[in-house]
């Protein structure tokens, strides 16, 4: 089993910026891609950022560059820089992390992120 422990949400003003961090533990060598999502009130959970385990990323349309995922060397914490926040990124952020040959993925609680004046 994994577990995934997310921090670093909060209420941050329009255009300010915030980072996520989450931190897998357990059985982590059977752990590969992982990444963050997040989900709206009233809409489908999406994707934001995914990053491999050689480093490899990915990233929703809607972040244009305002957000940078990354990994540190013993692959086992991840972190999400988000700048330039805007209202619509309100959402709470879920971790994940795919299982290593499979379709699976584990899941951390979420962290509620909230952009408002």
């Known amino acids: 089993q994994v577990q995934l422990h997310e921090s670093g949400g909060g209420l941050v003003q329009p255009g300010g910026s915030l980072r996520l961090s989450c931190a897998a533990s357990?059985?982590?060598?059977?752990?590969?891609?992982m990444g963050w999502h997040r989900q709206a009130p009233g809409k489908q959970r999406e994707l934001v950022a995914t990053?491999?385990?050689?480093?490899?990323?990915n990233y929703g349309d809607f972040v244009k560059g305002r957000f940078t995922i990354s990994r540190n060397n013993a692959e086992t914490t991840i972190s999400l820089q988000m700048d330039s926040l805007e209202p619509e990124d309100t959402a709470v952020y879920y971790c994940?992390?795919?299982?290593?040959?499979?379709?699976?993925?584990?899941w951390g609680q979420g962290t509620q992120v909230a952009v408002s004046s």
């Open positions: 994940s992390a795919q299982r290593v040959g499979s379709d699976y993925h584990y």
């Open positions: 357990g059985n982590i060598i059977t752990i590969t891609t």
């Open positions: 990053i491999t385990r050689d480093g490899r990323t």
